[in-house]
């Protein structure tokens, strides 16, 4: 047991776990949910009570099921938490309830892990890991970094599809919102003084991942991560996707992207879509692998 490492990634929609062998850097076994932690929280400020179940029950199925002792994983949650001004008495909550402890990261840490496991992934797919922009667009923030050979540099935005969802109903706020969020982003990329043109452009996290799968015959169920993992989505494949749902019911949307995502994975493209017109670039890889894989590579080359 000693070379196999459980961690945990509670984001503002999502909940995550890998069972990681941390010697060889397998993935063992995984278990995600759509929990919809933020759901409220962008009127509120807080965790919902509701939201607090759904996470135990959560907790408690995925020790269930890829067995596990939730009070030895290494357990992060992000932005929905960082904003809840009741998060000391939600985790504490957790932790009677499971026993599992969350630390809240912030922006910078949530980025560093991401670009872990994203350059262990890019060179697992055999895809030059020098010279990269990766997009990791979450639930409450959305974090971009550019990563140039050993260095990088990253900016945790304060968006993401569940918070922008809930707080633009209508669409012309949402466009008139990211038109702004774009300069913001371009003003980052240009305080870096670097010729970006030469960088791919590389997307992790639920809406790139769930575009991939569609684009390669995949749906919710018969999702392979494996098959995803080094996909090109380009600008096209997200027209195609948002012509898909504007057209289905919200069941086949539900088919395609699973439950508790449906009413976000629009905002999700157009998220998408406003930072490839930013960055200027045609096409980006998809990657599955984001902040639990990082969680647990970062772990394992502490301790293992």
Known sequence: MGEEIVSVDLGSNSFRVLKYDCKNH????????VVGMADGLIDTGLISFEAQQRVVAAILHSVETIKYDPSLAVCVTTAAMRKASNNKEVLQYFKDKTGITFEIIDGNEEARLTLLAVKYALKREKINSSKFILLDIGGGSTEIIVNTNDDYSAHSFDFGIVTMTQQYLKYHDLHNDLNSRK????????????DLSDYNFVATAGTPTTIAAIKLGQDFFS?????VNGAIVDLNDLEYCL????????????RLVGRGRVEFIEVG??????????????ESIVLDDGLREGVAINHSLKKC
């Open 223 to 227: 999702y392979d991560r494996n098959v």
């Open 183 to 194: 300069k913001q982003i371009k003003e980052f990329l240009d305080s870096l003084n670097l």
């Open 26 to 33: 397998k993935i063992i076994s995984e278990y995600n949910e």
């Open 269 to 282: 493209i157009f998220i998408y879509k406003a930072i490839f017109e930013v960055l200027n670039k045609k």
């Open 243 to 254: 012509n898909i749902f504007k057209n289905s019911s919200k069941e086949e949307i539900a």
